[in-house]
T-cell receptor, first 115, second 115 residues
């Protein structure tokens, strides 16, 4: 069975500081990996995804993530936090071989950006 | 391109009452998903449709929840009777499911409060 663990339910950084949100997954087959962002009272928006190929994936709003198979990790980073980055972030996994595209989500990490 | 539409955005009902949510996916998207997001948790898949057929409803509480997707376009999710633990945000998502694309596009959600 697949699962996702996001380390840290709340992360607080200062504006301009590095953002690091951690995600570890469990999957018996090659995974597809995703990061979604959710602003208050809105749906989820895709930040970036890893399917195949390059393990360093660049997404929207300056975010990037690196797929590390040996560590079963897909951590999300951004060099310099902006106030508008404050939101909830979800890591998700899907089976590469799945015929359903079903996503398994982590519990989420709330990012707070302090001025 | 219009996004995924959902209505109502908010609903408050008493336990044992019934409620229905509506979703209109992005035009041309064959796959439609309903997720339940309880406060403080990641979204959990309730049911997935491919066109108007059910692909996965393994986590749908079928004694009280039902869903349909008429003509492979719009979808409704119904709860009857509602319980307190059904308080959550119900998210609808759609996907084109093109080869190599597992990206899901989410609507703004319906926030249900059961009192």
């Amino acid at each position: 069975a697949q699962s996702v663990t996001q380390l840290g339910s709340h992360v607080s950084v200062s504006e301009g500081a590095l953002v690091l949100l951690r995600c570890n997954y469990s999957s018996s087959v090659p995974p597809y990996l995703f990061w979604y962002v959710q602003y208050p009272n809105q749906g989820l928006q895709l930040l970036l995804k890893y399917t195949t190929g390059a393990t360093l994936v660049k997404g929207i709003n300056g975010f990037e993530a690196e797929f590390k198979k040996s560590e079963t990790s897909f951590h999300l980073t951004k060099p310099s936090a902006h106030m508008s980055d404050a939101a909830e972030y979800f890591c998700a996994v899907s089976k590469m071989s799945s015929n359903t595209g079903k996503l398994i989500f982590g519990q989420g990490t709330t990012l707070q950006v302090k001025p | 391109e219009a996004g995924v539409a959902q209505s109502p955005r908010y609903k408050i009902i008493e336990k044992r009452q019934s409620v229905a949510f509506w979703c209109n996916p992005i035009s041309g998207h064959a796959t439609l998903y309903w997720y339940q997001q309880i406060l403080g948790q990641g979204p959990k898949l309730l049911i997935q449709f491919q066109n108007n057929g059910v692909v996965d409803d393994s986590q749908l509480p079928k004694d009280r929840f039902s869903a349909e997707r008429l003509k492979g376009v719009d979808s409704t999710l119904k709860i009857q009777p509602a319980k307190l633990e059904d308080s959550a945000v119900y998210l609808c998502a759609s996907s084109p499911r093109d080869r190599g694309s597992y990206e899901q596009y989410f609507g703004p959600g319906t926030r249900l409060t059961v009192t």
